[in-house]
């Protein structure tokens, strides 16, 4: 999807299409936030 919006933008140079390949990349440049969470305190006591 990412790759797709980035050659969209670069043909039509729709703004919108930009702004999702931006947020793809974005996204894809964050840890994922389950795997850094902090235990839950269920799961300490167990």
Known sequence: MRDFSWK???ITGDVESYLLY???D?????PDEEENAAP???ELTN
Not at 26 to 30: C, G, L, N, R
Request: charged share 35%; net charge negative; glycine share 0%.
């Open 22 to 24: 931006k947020e793809m």
């Open 8 to 10: 969209y933008f670069t």
């Open 26 to 30: 974005q996204t894809a440049e964050m």
């Open 40 to 42: 839950d305190e269920a």
